[in-house]
């Protein structure tokens, strides 16, 4: 069952109970994840979920949310991808979902330009593309389907390591890929809004994990060997953040240098529970694979076009209106800590 659709303000602790039951790692040969293969020919309503990287926990819920809404549409539903993130092992798959005459095709893209050739590609092969967690520009798909605003990521993350590092020390952002959309774009409005709400707290570097838990954990540990006074590392991706726990928790750091960020309460879980973790945020990732999928099946039927103004709705997530720029947006950022994170089961 989802959890509560309930929103809270960044920096307050939900109390809700969820139970997600997360798929398991998809097919790395690109076939076929759940649900049928084939294309649309027939006039039926084929939906293709492309996330940046198969075998991540945070995009196995948001698969959870696709398939459940591709059934409750009454679509063939199928994932693909690489098992790296990078943009061209995304590129095959848009072509294929392409050559399949695949109604809609939902991705994360894992670089802003790389894969637009591929998706107009699409496009004018009659796939309607959406975009989730992570944009193209938007001149390359349809409609993106934004699990929070730069703002309010921005003002989780930067609230939650100024209260556990006392509101000053250095502290250094665990990124994902260098060239990541999302990433970037919540990176540099966390530093803005650092400096402009606690001027006593330095952010002295930006590393890059690629999303890959050996590398991020490495990265960990390089951030430590070079800032020796570090007090805090925030990681806007749940496999950084995860990471940067993991090392933590077993290092003379433990107690000394807070990790904070966006990460899953299953990944996060021991680190609270042990006290490696003070606090975390994300949205529902099950939720965001949901509203992608209704989205991308409310272009297909035509009910909406992309426009500004334009509603839809979502099944039990509700009605929602497309902004600016085809963007639709999911909600606030909940924040996980102890006294609650039992309750959550993704």
């Given at each position: 069952?989802?959890?509560?659709?309930?929103?809270?303000?960044?920096?307050?602790?939900?109390?809700?109970?969820?139970?997600?039951?997360?798929?398991?790692?998809?097919?790395?040969?690109?076939?076929?994840?759940?649900?049928?293969?084939?294309?649309?020919?027939?006039?039926?309503?084929?939906?293709?979920?492309?996330?940046?990287?198969?075998?991540?926990?945070?995009?196995?819920?948001?698969?959870?949310?696709?398939?459940?809404?591709?059934?409750?549409?009454?679509?063939?539903?199928?994932?693909?991808?690489?098992?790296?993130?990078?943009?061209?092992?995304?590129?095959?798959?848009?072509?294929?979902?392409?050559?399949?005459?695949?109604?809609?095709?939902?991705?994360?893209?894992?670089?802003?330009?790389?894969?637009?050739?591929?998706?107009?590609?699409?496009?004018?092969?009659?796939?309607?593309?959406?975009?989730?967690?992570?944009?193209?520009n938007a001149d390359c798909r349809d409609l993106f389907i934004?699990?929070?605003?730069?703002?309010?990521?921005?003002?989780?993350?930067?609230?939650?390591?100024?209260?556990?590092?006392?509101?000053?020390?250095?502290?250094?952002?665990?990124?994902?890929?260098?060239?990541?959309?999302?990433?970037?774009?919540?990176?540099?409005?966390?530093?803005?809004?650092?400096?402009?709400?606690?001027?006593?707290?330095?952010?002295?570097?930006?590393?890059?994990?690629?999303?890959?838990?050996?590398?991020?954990?490495?990265?960990?540990?390089?951030?430590?060997?070079?800032?020796?006074?570090?007090?805090?590392?925030?990681?806007?991706?749940?496999?950084?953040?995860?990471?940067?726990?993991?090392?933590?928790?077993?290092?003379?750091?433990?107690?000394?240098?807070?990790?904070?960020?966006?990460?899953?309460?299953?990944?996060?879980?021991?680190?609270?529970?042990?006290?490696?973790?003070?606090?975390?945020?994300?949205?529902?990732?099950?939720?965001?694979?949901?509203?992608?999928?209704y989205a991308a099946g409310a272009l297909v039927s035509g009910?909406?076009?992309?426009?500004?103004?334009?509603?839809?709705?979502?099944?039990?997530?509700?009605?929602f209106t497309v902004g600016a720029d085809g963007v639709v947006?999911?909600?606030?950022?909940?924040?996980?800590?102890?006294?609650?994170?039992?309750?959550?089961?993704?």
């Amino acid at each position: 069952m989802k959890f509560s659709a309930m929103r809270v303000a960044a920096g307050v602790a939900v109390t809700a109970a969820a139970a997600l039951a997360l798929a398991g790692c998809a097919d790395t040969s690109g076939g076929s994840a759940g649900g049928e293969e084939g294309g649309s020919a027939s006039g039926d309503l084929s939906i293709t979920l492309l996330p940046k990287n198969l075998g991540n926990p945070y995009f196995d819920a948001s698969r959870v949310g696709a398939e459940a809404a591709s059934e409750d549409l009454g679509a063939s539903f199928e994932e693909v991808g690489p098992t790296e993130a990078t943009p061209d092992g995304q590129v095959s798959y848009i072509n294929t979902a392409a050559q399949q005459q695949r109604s809609a095709l939902v991705v994360s893209a894992n670089d802003p330009n790389a894969i637009c050739d591929a998706l107009n590609e699409a496009s004018e092969a009659g796939v309607k593309i959406v975009t989730f967690d992570s944009d193209t520009n938007a001149d390359c798909r349809d409609l993106f389907i934004n699990q929070a605003d730069a703002a309010g990521i921005a003002k989780v993350q930067g609230d939650l390591i100024a209260e556990q590092i006392g509101e000053e020390g250095q502290v250094a952002i665990l990124s994902a890929a260098a060239n990541a959309t999302n990433q970037n774009t919540w990176n540099e409005a966390f530093e803005t809004y650092v400096a402009d709400t606690y001027p006593d707290i330095e952010v002295v570097d930006t590393v890059y994990g690629d999303d890959d838990d050996q590398m991020s954990y490495d990265r960990t540990a390089a951030l430590l060997q070079t800032y020796p006074e570090l007090k805090g590392i925030v990681s806007p991706t749940t496999v950084g953040s995860a990471a940067a726990a993991r090392y933590i928790s077993t290092s003379d750091a433990k107690g000394e240098v807070a990790v904070t960020g966006l990460g899953t309460p299953n990944q996060m879980r021991e680190y609270v529970e042990d006290g490696t973790v003070e606090a975390f945020a994300l949205w529902n990732p099950e939720d965001l694979g949901t509203l992608a999928t209704y989205a991308a099946g409310a272009l297909v039927s035509g009910d909406i076009t992309g426009a500004e103004g334009d509603t839809f709705a979502a099944g039990d997530l509700g009605e929602f209106t497309v902004g600016a720029d085809g963007v639709v947006l999911l909600g606030d950022p909940f924040v996980f800590d102890a006294d609650n994170i039992g309750d959550f089961d993704f």
